[in-house]
């Protein structure tokens, strides 16, 4: 299933990661990982944020794809089911045969 995995960085840790240069291994090494569909990157209440877009065999791989937030970011994790476009004209095509009959 495709998944919008938003992370938000704590300030303190991030601002460690940065000062001891890890900040961009530990982001690049968890993008290589993931190897998501999409990865945007901007701030959001104040945090520095990503947006990464992901595709989730199975809940159990909840684990493998946040704990490298939490452990080496002190990130808050956040899970939302998405659609793409073709996913969305399925769903709608779905609801348009459940309605006609």
Known sequence: MRMLLKVQLDTQVSN???SRGTMQQVIESALDELQPEAAYFTTEDGCRTAYLFIDLADPS???RTGEPFFLKLGAKVHY????????LGKGLAALGRANSG
Request: glycine share 0%.
């Open 16 to 18: 460690e990661a940065i």
């Open 61 to 63: 791989e909840m684990p």
């Open 80 to 87: 939302s089911p998405v659609m793409n476009r073709e996913d």
